[in-house]
């Protein structure tokens, strides 16, 4: 438990933003919050937040928590009103410790470090932290007390090229909220809205549909349709997500003549995504640069059969195959292949067709309550070794 006995009992919480849009490092950040707050620590938290303007939401409980904001000042003056509201914090408050959620901003966890000896501690997410030239951030990770690499393949990059200390390196994998998730038949409104007919079989994606993101592998579904109608001709893909290269994947699905076999979803709300989950009989992103990838865990707690790329973080997220399939990303052979076996229900996972155990054991190994569970374990070990 941590001490409240002198006045550097809290702990500073550097993020990029929670509460104005959301992404895998923004999801993360709140839940380790909530973690936090869900400890029960005697312990005051001070978050500060780059983009952010407000909280949005209720945080009436956490009582102990006071939040600073950046996101009011203009673009381009943001970094500099951002770091001096860090170190300015660090210096007069004097915390306990810092948590940077964004290896950027080791950098001046490191500067404070230097001028103060508050220890602090790095989240580690994925492209964030593969192949880092930047010699600043290099030094910061070589100072950090402690670096949360989200899952075994980024820590595995960050030894072998940063050739760091493997004994300060502990993994705090992403999680999920359970409850939101659940299984259910699929969803009779939207087998309407896309006019499906009740045992068309369902691909789907879930992802930004953005040019620096084509690595989640949107490109290489489109390109198995024609091999896996072959054997499943009413086989239907739906990609949910909205960006800029929307234009050029409509011109692939024209090009492939697919247009009677695609639907692009665009943007949905978060209420629906779980029917949407809900609706597929496999979830695929067979991506090559993902950090995690937080939406193959909701697709496993609604009991979906499930399907990653073997060349990034999709192999914690499956838990090295144990929760799903993960194929080569580049190979399209592959992947039409192993969806194909996976809708005909052939595949050789027996675990991919048992829902309510596929959900169980991503709950054990990912839910909220073992999140939380690491995150205690992490401040006791460190308060323990300060001692």
């Known amino acids: 438990m941590l001490s409240t006995d002198d006045n550097r009992s809290s702990i500073h919480i550097w993020v990029p933003n929670i509460f104005e849009f959301k992404g895998g490092i923004q999801v993360y950040s709140a839940f380790l919050l909530d973690a936090l707050n869900h400890l029960n620590l005697k312990v005051s938290y001070d978050v500060f937040l780059k983009h952010d303007t407000q909280t949005i939401g209720d945080f009436s409980s956490y009582s102990n928590t006071r939040f600073h904001f950046a996101g009011s000042y203009p673009l381009p003056l943001r970094t500099a009103v951002f770091a001096s509201q860090i170190l300015t914090g660090g210096i007069l408050k004097r915390p306990q410790l810092v948590i940077a959620t964004h290896l950027n901003f080791a950098q001046a966890a490191y500067r404070l470090k230097q001028l103060t000896g508050i220890p602090y501690w790095a989240v580690a997410h994925g492209v964030d932290a593969w192949k880092i030239e930047n010699p600043s951030i290099q030094r910061a990770l070589h100072h950090a007390d402690h670096i949360l690499p989200v899952g075994s393949y980024t820590r595995d990059r960050l030894i072998a090229e940063q050739h760091l200390d493997p004994t300060k390196l502990s993994i705090l994998p992403n999680t999920f909220d359970s409850n939101r998730w659940h299984i259910a038949p699929k969803p009779q409104h939207l087998i309407k809205r896309y006019n499906l007919a009740v045992q068309t079989p369902v691909i789907l994606t879930v992802a930004r549909l953005d040019s620096f993101e084509r690595y989640k592998g949107y490109d290489q579904i489109l390109k198995t349709l024609p091999t896996i109608r072959q054997q499943i001709p009413d086989v239907h893909y739906i990609l949910v997500g909205k960006g800029s290269d929307r234009p050029r994947i409509e011109a692939t699905i024209a090009a492939l003549q697919l247009h009677d076999c695609v639907t692009l979803a665009g943007f949905i709300p978060d209420e629906e995504l779980c029917d949407h989950y809900n609706l597929c009989d496999v979830f695929a992103m067979p991506s090559k640069g993902e950090g ?96």
């Open 292 to 387: 995690f990838g937080i939406v193959y865990l909701e697709a496993l707690a609604c009991g979906k059969p499930t399907l990653g790329g073997d060349r990034d973080g999709a192999i914690d997220a499956l838990c090295h195959g144990e929760l799903g399939a993960l194929v080569n990303p580049d190979d399209v052979d592959q992947i039409a292949l192993t969806l194909t076996q996976i809708l005909q229900g052939t595949y050789p996972h027996s675990l991919m067709y048992q829902p309510q155990l596929l959900r169980a054991k991503v709950i054990d190994i990912y839910g909220f309550d073992r999140f939380k569970q690491t995150v205690g374990n992490l401040l006791a070990d460190w308060q323990q070794q300060r001692v």
